[in-house]
């Protein structure tokens, strides 16, 4: 009995060890499997972490208080799916000199409770040792007994990206609010979303005045409504649109704005935009139709000038040859003209003038042009004539009208007579400047008779026919005698204090053993009649050419610019740019040190043409000047689309300069300098013969000057002496002039 208790006893006991042991095994066990989750736990957070700072290109830092190291926890991808964590501990904490003094500023206000959190941009050193802008964020992660921070952490980003873009953002801010052109944002519909400061200056609205409003609060009454329609619909159509258009501002004033409306897309919200750039042009069309009147027409009586008379009586001409009918040409001089003006002075002189025009204009009825082509000199073109006695009873209508004197005021009255010459197309002139050159070859025909009557132009008048035969066929072997040569005038730039010279002009001369010398004016037509023009101009820029490169060896200075002149047959009817490009390259010279000269009535004559050849001459880099500007038949609003570098103002203009009245020649002068400035273009002065003329120009910023003050015409030894600064024997005193060896 006792042993089965005994026994029981062990079995029990036996049970409960196997019992506590199956519990402490099955105990181990679940703590293992809660250790293994806890685990994966750990390192799936770990995992979220490091993707979440990778995806977002952020890294973790935590800085020791005590310790002063700084250590940055970066998250890089280094396989399919696998990232790392690389670690830097630095005890120099890498922060740029400049950021450092505000990093702790912010340190200290955030541990002193004056900022809840750490917030800054800073430059930090990072891969190969650049600076890197971040932008950091971070709180206190741990505390002494105290309560006190030691330990701060946080993320922080590379903005180096982002900052650009802001300070991008901020130039093109910076660029539209300070732009001159005005510039309009709309939506789809066309109402205003944004303008910048300009389209208030040109318009008069402010910003918040228009914004939401239909653009055609703009609207000026000087367009069709339709005209509005069609620009609005080639912008949806076509994306753009340029061209000009008349606005009105707030005040009710209109102006002309030259326009370009681009179409773009908002990034945000993928709707279309229309930005629309402005400019208020208005100003610089008057000033270019101002000019364009001055060049063609005579702003002393408003009749045209010789420009306009050769374009007219050019038009004149080729109507006649149609219709088989003859066009007459009157030359007319006021007798004893000259009286009046030194007697009384310029300012009677030009009310004479204008009351000649207008007696002149009432003989011959206003469906004829009347021109007035310089001083006391007027012309008459006559259409249709039948008869050569019809031009006579014209003229002699004319010279009746001043029989009764010319009545200013009460207290002037002027008896004044036309001496008139004839010429007749096509009895004696096919082209404008020979039948003007007879009519005034009669003039004096008429004048050498007593005056106050006409002749009618012939042949027995001047033996000049003979020569010229015989000039042009001595034309065709001056190159193989050699008998052409070169000399070169210096053109002075001004202001500034420089006494350098930027430019010679070259200028050909003829020296024939036959007829002696030979004027430009005179032989230089006759080549261009002749087609001889196209050898000698090869000569003449292979000679400027050469002679630069020698003095370019001599120690000129490599600025110094040939300038050359060129006429219309060269430019037009033979291979130009291939003798420029030839000379160039022949001589060594590049392209910039060359430039072409031509005259307005060479480039208007064949407006499209001449803008096609000188472009040639623009992408190779020759720079073209416009000659004897204010002489030609130049259209301003043509000529600024040329693409030309310089204008020359005609020494007609110079020689009434600073004359101590007030002369048209100061208003025209100091308007063409203004317009070539608002053209962005050089301008060269020619004749300059006083030194009150150099005052002038320097006065209205001129930029070149050339004439016989500075320098006559020298050969290319002289002019090299004068280049090297040798400069006293090229300048002549202007009272000591010879008219028969200026330059032409």
């Not at 009677?348 to 009347?370: H, M």
């Not at 000379?583 to 043409?609: F, I, K, Q, R, Y």
Request: hydrophobic share 40%; aromatic share 6%; with cysteine.
């Amino acid at each position: 009995m006792n042993v089965s208790i005994a026994s029981l006893l062990v079995l029990l006991l036996s049970s409960l060890v196997l019992a506590l042991a199956w519990l402490a095994i099955a105990s181990h066990r679940r703590r293992e499997s809660d250790l293994r989750r806890f685990n994966d736990e750990l390192e799936g957070r770990d995992r979220q972490l490091r993707l979440a700072l990778w995806a977002s290109d952020e890294m973790y830092w935590q800085y020791d208080l005590r310790s002063k190291h700084l250590e940055r926890v970066r998250i890089v991808s280094v396989g399919d799916n696998e990232l790392e964590a690389r670690f830097d501990l630095d005890r120099d904490t890498q922060i740029h000199p400049e950021d450092l003094p505000r990093v702790l500023d912010q340190l200290r206000s955030y541990l002193r409770g004056h900022a809840p959190m750490i917030q800054l941009e800073v430059r930090f050193r990072g891969e190969g040792n650049q600076w890197q802008w971040m932008r950091a964020h971070g709180r206190a992660i741990a505390h002494d007994g105290n309560g006190h921070a030691i330990r701060v952490a946080g993320t922080a980003r590379n903005i180096g990206t982002m900052r650009e873009l802001e300070s991008q953002r901020e130039i093109a801010a910076g660029v539209l609010r300070n732009m001159a052109e005005s510039v309009a944002v709309m939506d789809s519909d066309f109402h205003f979303i944004t303008v910048n400061p300009a389209f208030t200056r040109m318009s008069g609205y402010d910003a918040h005045e228009v914004e939401g409003r239909d653009a055609s609060l703009l609207n000026g009454s000087q367009h069709e409504p339709e005209f509005h329609d069609r620009v609005r619909e080639e912008i949806r159509t076509r994306s753009h649109w340029t061209g000009e258009m008349w606005q009105r501002r707030k005040d009710g004033v209109d102006f002309l704005c030259s326009m370009q409306c681009t179409t773009i897309e908002d990034p945000g919200t993928r709707e279309r935009r229309y930005v629309m750039v402005a400019s208020d042009i208005t100003e610089k069309r008057r000033l270019e139709h101002e000019l364009r009147f001055l060049a063609n027409f005579d702003p002393l009586t408003n009749l045209p000038n010789r420009t306009q008379l050769s374009d007219r009586l050019a038009r004149a001409i080729m109507q006649a040859r149609q219709y088989e009918t003859r066009v007459g040409l009157l030359f007319l001089d006021l007798d004893n003209f000259k009286d009046v003006n030194d007697s009384l002075g310029h300012a009677i002189g030009d009310r004479v003038l204008r009351a000649a025009a207008q007696r002149i204009l009432d003989a011959v009825g206003a469906e004829r042009t009347v021109a007035r082509i310089g001083g006391d000199e007027f012309t008459v073109v006559v259409e249709n004539i039948l008869e050569p006695e019809q031009l006579d009873d014209i003229a002699q209508d004319v010279i009746d009208a001043f029989d009764e004197p010319l009545r200013l005021d009460d207290r002037f009255e002027f008896t004044i007579s036309p001496s008139i010459g004839i010429s007749l197309f096509p009895d004696h002139a096919q082209v404008p400047s020979d039948l003007l050159k007879q009519a005034d070859t009669a003039m004096y025909q008429a004048k050498s008779i007593g005056k106050r009557t006409f002749a009618r132009y012939a042949d027995s008048m001047d033996s000049d026919n003979r020569r010229r035969a015989n000039l042009i066929s001595a034309l065709r072997r001056v190159l193989e005698r050699g008998e052409l040569h070169l000399v070169y005038q210096p053109q002075l730039i001004l202001g500034g204090g420089s006494s350098r010279v930027g430019a010679v002009e070259a200028l050909l001369r003829w020296d024939s053993p036959e007829f002696g010398t030979i004027p430009p004016s005179q032989f230089i037509p006759l080549a261009e009649e002749s087609g001889l023009i196209v050898p000698i101009g090869e000569w003449v820029l292979d000679e400027a050419c050469r002679t630069l490169s020698s003095w370019r060896h001599m120690g000129i200075d490599n600025r110094l610019v040939m300038a050359v002149n060129i006429s219309a047959m060269q430019l037009l009817r033979s291979d130009l740019p291939n003798s420029v490009r030839k000379a160039l390259d022949e001589s060594g010279l590049p392209p910039s040190s060359l430039e072409l000269e031509l005259t307005e009535s060479v480039l208007m004559s064949n407006a499209e043409l001449a803008r096609e050849r000188l472009q040639a001459f623009q992408h190779m880099g020759v720079s073209i000047a416009v000659d004897d500007f204010g002489t030609g038949y130049s259209s301003l609003a043509y000529l600024h689309r040329l693409p030309i570098n310089t204008l020359k103002i005609d020494k007609a203009f110079i020689d009434g300069l600073a004359s101590g009245e007030d002369s048209e020649d100061d208003t025209i002068t100091t308007t063409i300098i203004a317009m070539a400035r608002t053209l962005g273009l050089q301008v060269v002065a020619e004749g300059v013969e006083t030194p009150e003329q150099m005052a002038f120009l320097e006065q209205r910023a001129c930029d070149l000057a050339q004439g016989y003050w500075i320098s006559r015409p020298l050969p290319a030894d002289a002019c090299l002496r004068f280049l090297l600064g040798d400069r006293a024997p090229a300048v002549i005193p202007a009272d000591r002039l010879d008219p028969d060896t200026t330059p032409a």
